[in-house]
């Protein structure tokens, strides 16, 4: 037992929503704070939504084979005694059971733990936790789920430092169901067990980030990658095609860097090679040093390029490859 | 057409074997050059054992569903009009069809293309290119199969620039069936052009590489990705399990860092290690610099204690992983 039972999510974007609505359906009591009548709005359709979701994921897994079946999601059940009425009941019963709040001090008043979720942006961010610090009991562990900021930035403002950290969650966790868990400096041992065992109570599997690292572990594998790629389209030394065959037919991988980029889009693409040459703090210097030798303004160009020609990536139709309506590549 | 008729393989080694079979098998007229008796005494057992290779291969084709089957060998056949006995009847008339030649004059009489496959090793490559050189019709193109060592480093010895570039093979080339064809500052777009072809007409992906790049396409990718996992090892910020779960979980592929330096060993991954920090002319200047951030220190120290302690990788027994004696691992 974590002896974490009452959880608050801080803001209902797309993370936020899954990891209430996770936390929920694996038996926390699980409060939303939202900061208006709006983000409630917003956040509405987001939990219908993933109630959905869960049901269809069940639906699918009825038919699975074992748990290295494609459609088997380890965040819903493990595959041995999987009973899955059992689950649409308990997906049911989470929906049901989630509260949404606008009132901070209400929200965290008894919280065991609160998991920020706030735009990816530092001055909210700070306002948010200077806004929160006097409202929590002594118990509260403070975690940040922020991919490009580092949790040492905020410290001083949670002003807990022994009890903060962060939590960090892919995307459609109950499927990609990982959560690395970084300290800061500062964090106690007792936190980082707590919060690895928090993280395995709502089924992720925790993985250990033990000191401070900008990109967590699958970034700081995924970015010198993702770049190394760029770089030889950037430098003329080979085509995008043939860059991601290389990579896939040589490690048997899904996808080559071209592919990645054109799904999580061009624009995204433009900002990770921005972000790690100017924004102060969002990476090491040991990351930054080590990608300055990179040849960004040719990746600049080249993103650029591509980007101004609309095309943007899959979603778009059109990115390094062309999609037809269904996202398949055509040509 | 490529042009390319006659082809000579120098070196009966892993690769020098698949290619020369490889060649033999889409039509062309090939010759292994072999340095001595004690030399096609190790070779011809890898041709046996090649012969059975793709007749085994063969066999599992006749099952696949698609060109996306495991069993699927893109380098033997297409999918659609594949023939199984017409493939059987070639692997028998292509092992009969290799000659197996030391008098490197008469093997290089007439050739279209010299394959080199020698050690990688800069002296003997040297040396073989200097005997070599004499003996070639003017008409003869040079291609150097070598992973590591760049290809202008041999322009001078080999003495026709524009007839000269690299040719980089994949293990298992039947069923891995990509190409890398490399210039080198003075290779003319004729050369290029006919070797791109030959890859084509046996049966490879040909991927260009228009300037001459250390590691190429794939390892130009790999290796800073592999790098960029031992680093999050070397300085305590997680363990090699976990580093390997964020990635595989992270984009799907089948291995991460930790389960490829087991899989080609951890005195190989020493060697990389190495290599990136000290030979001059492995890597690129960029590649060099982009890599000396990280802590090779650490890295060095994670390998050693490993290889020190006979954890070696998975053909051990043991590497960052325990295996059991079918290759799986335990635990």
Redesign the interface.
Known sequence: MSGIQKVVVAGGGVLGSQIAFQSAYTGHDVTIWLRSEGSIGRCRPKLDMLRGAYHEAIEDMRGAKGEDDPAWCAGISDFEGFDADACDRRVDQAYESLVLELDLAKAVRDADLVVECMAEVADQKSAFFSKLAPLMPQKTIVVTNSSSLLPSQFTKVVGRPDRYLALHF?NSIWK???A?VMVQDQTSQDSFAAVTEFARSIRM?P?????E?AG???N???I??L???LD?YA?????PR??D???T???????G?FQ?FDTVGLTTAYNIVEQYQRVPGIATP?LR???L???FKGMERVLKEYIDAGKLGRSAGEGFYKYDKNGNVVE
Chains 1, 2 share one sequence.
């Open positions: 892919a990609h169901n990982v690395e599997i993985l250990p980030v033990k000191k690292k967590y572990l699958l700081s594998q995924l010198p990658w770049l190394s790629g030889l430098n003329g030394i080979s085509d043939s860059i065959i290389a990579w037919m040589g490690t048997g991988a899904p996808k860097p990645v040991l040093k080590m990608m030798p990179y040849n």
